[in-house]
């Protein structure tokens, strides 16, 4: 029962977490940069030259966004680390069909509410 609400707890915030630190803000955002890359190195009308110094640029903001990524993942795993800490048993538990179909409901029931009360 402990590891039940451990696991509402840890959806929550992982939730709260993605939303918040806006990671499909990044994800679109490194769509874009892959987009205009690939049109940059397939366009024949525009100058190798400029090729070279615009390729550096993309790259660094893809890193960029690659990166927040990465560290709202990491925090997410941190957030179920610190459970898993706190309980032995929540590990297990989290990796059994019972904790996935949990979690799962957790989440959407999760932010169904936050829909409502927030109004987003």
Do not use: Q
């Amino acid at each position: 029962m402990l590891d039940l609400l451990y696991l509402v707890i840890a959806c929550s915030l992982s939730i709260e977490l993605f939303l918040r630190m806006k990671f499909i803000h990044y994800v679109i955002s490194s769509l874009r940069v892959i987009n205009k890359v690939s049109h940059l190195i397939a366009s024949t009308n525009i100058s190798d030259h400029w090729k070279e110094r615009m390729v550096p640029k993309y790259a660094f903001f893809l890193l960029k966004d690659s990166l927040f990524i990465l560290g709202i993942f990491l925090l997410i795993v941190l957030v179920f680390f610190v459970f898993i800490m706190l309980s032995s048993e929540f590990f297990t538990f989290i990796f059994t069909i019972k904790g996935i179909v949990s979690s799962i409901l957790i989440s959407l029931i999760y932010l169904k509410l936050r829909l409502i009360m927030f109004n987003e």
